[in-house]
């Protein structure tokens, strides 16, 4: 007979398991220009819509500004703002980052 402890899950047989779940999503460039970045807070929590949820994710703000910054310089179609964490119980994403990457330009046709 075998026991299982609290922090023990039990898994069906050919199912893997894993200790984490890393996210990485893209975000709307446009739509992060209207989230105020209040000097002086070191943190700030963001809503993310997906079709069936909402998710939270707390980044620092400091990262938040940096991204503003960068979707002023290059325009939103030219900016790929990429959100990275891991994803917990209550549709969170800790240990959240949140990055601003300039699109490559598309190539023309000769």
């Given at each position: 007979?075998?026991?299982?402890?609290?922090?023990a899950?039990?898994?069906?047989?050919?199912?893997?398991?894993?200790?984490?779940?890393k996210?990485?999503?893209t975000?709307?460039?446009?739509?992060?220009?209207?989230?105020?970045?209040p000097?002086?807070?070191?943190?700030?929590?963001?809503r993310?819509?997906?079709?069936?949820?909402?998710?939270?994710?707390?980044?620092?703000?400091?990262?938040l500004?940096?991204?503003?910054?960068?979707?002023?310089?290059a325009?939103?179609?030219?900016i790929?703002?990429?959100?990275?964490?891991r994803?917990?119980?209550?549709?969170?994403?800790?240990?959240?980052?949140?990055?601003a990457q300039p699109?490559?330009?598309?190539?023309?046709?000769?």
């Open positions: 007979m075998s026991t299982l402890h609290s922090d899950r039990a898994t069906a047989p050919g199912m893997p398991t894993a200790q984490r779940l996210v990485t999503t975000l709307n460039a446009a739509e992060l220009l209207a989230i105020p970045a000097e002086g807070r070191p943190r700030l929590t963001l993310i819509r997906l079709p069936d949820r909402t998710i939270t994710a707390e980044i620092a703000a400091k990262s500004r940096k991204a503003q910054t960068a979707i002023r310089e325009d939103a179609d030219n790929a703002l990429v959100l990275q964490g994803f917990i119980a209550g549709d969170r994403v800790a240990e959240a980052g949140l990055s699109k490559a330009p598309k190539a023309t046709p000769p």
